[in-house]
């Protein structure tokens, strides 16, 4: 299984349930920008108790690795939970929408983006995906999330909402590190950064 089959299997599932979701995180962020390696595909969102029992359906084992428990517990909890496919080590990372403002904003609004002959779905708006890589960055320092952020900004160019994104980025406290790479891409295009490992 590729990993686009993966995606597209969970979409159909979430869409044939009426599940509201979005496509966050890296694979959105390649939609947005350029490719890098990823084993996993991370989706939002908002999921029902009453569904699991389909979910564990559609991911059967033994090539499949879920655990139903674990799923409402996950649920109940609004935390993650995986769905593993065992034979690629391909995985799905289900986040559980949270009672927030930018939450619901984050699930509700997106772009259905089309790659004939491998996806069909609806991915988070690109503001909304740098705001969370944003805050991942925030979290735990990596600069896969800047790099992220970078390439969205410079192929998306004038699509990118830059007031949005400052705006909310003020509301999530991650408003330093957005200057900051706003910063250091003025840097790069000015042929002032002479720092070649990062943004």
């Known amino acids: 299984m590729k990993q686009y089959e993966l995606l597209q299997r969970a979409v159909d599932f979430l869409e044939r349930e ?4 979005r496509i966050v995180g890296a694979m959105a962020s390649m939609a947005y920008g350029e490719a890098r390696f990823t084993n996993d595909v991370d989706i ?15 991911f059967p084992a033994p090539d499949f690795y879920l655990s ?8 109940r909890r609004r935390r993650p939970f995986h769905i593993i496919h065992v034979p690629s ?3 799905l990372d289900i986040f559980q929408r949270r009672d927030t403002e930018f939450s ?12 004939e002959g491998r996806f069909d779905a609806w991915f988070a708006s690109p503001e909304n995906v740098i705001l969370m890589k944003l805050r991942y960055y925030q979290e735990g320092v990596s600069e896969k999330h800047l790099r992220d952020i970078a390439s969205m900004l410079l192929v998306q160019d004038t699509a990118i909402d830059r007031e949005y994104i400052a705006s909310w980025a003020q509301k999530l406290g991650v408003a330093q590190e957005w200057n900051m790479i706003l910063d250091r891409l003025a840097e790069r295009a000015n042929g002032t950064d002479d720092d070649s490992g990062r943004v």
């Open 18 to 21: 009426g599940v509201p979701y």
């Open 44 to 58: 939002l969102v908002d999921l029902k108790d009453s569904v699991v029992d389909a979910l564990d359906l559609e």
């Open 68 to 75: 139903a428990s674990t799923a409402r517990e996950a649920i």
């Open 104 to 115: 619901l904003v984050d699930i509700t609004h997106g772009q259905r983006l089309k790659s």
């Open 89 to 91: 080590g391909l995985k």
